[in-house]
């Protein structure tokens, strides 16, 4: 498996920008799939982007205002988020999924104020 370890949260206003990032370490080339996932509390965790070998995808909620990318050569997987709104704010996590296991890190918070 890997350890990822994100980092790149805090508190911005709204319409600001924050970059996330999630570092990999450990079977990194095992890996097919890496995804950030968001929690607002009282709600479920939801899928925000995902990148593969076939490309990223994006929720809906943030497709035009958030940007995946994905550097090999640091094992870092980024999600830069631009125009942010309060409904944004959440815990952030890192996801990494290989054919036979999958990888959460610890998260890292999102606060947008109005």
């Known amino acids: 498996q890997v350890r990822l370890v994100e980092s790149g949260g805090g508190l911005v206003q709204a319409g600001g920008s924050l970059r996330l990032s999630c570092v990999a370490s450990?079977?990194?080339?095992?890996?097919?799939?890496v995804g950030w996932y968001r929690q607002a509390p009282g709600k479920e965790r939801e899928l925000v982007a995902v990148i593969g070998s076939g490309g990223s995808r994006y929720a809906d909620s943030v497709k035009g205002r958030f940007t995946v990318s994905r550097d090999n050569g640091k094992n870092t997987v980024a999600l830069q988020m631009n125009s942010l709104k309060p409904e944004d704010t959440a815990v952030y996590f890192c996801?990494?999924?290989?054919?036979?296991?999958?990888?959460w890190g610890q998260g890292t918070q999102v606060t947008v104020s109005s």
């Open positions: 996801n990494a999924v290989s054919r036979s296991w999958s990888s």
């Open positions: 450990g079977s990194i080339f095992s890996i097919d799939v």
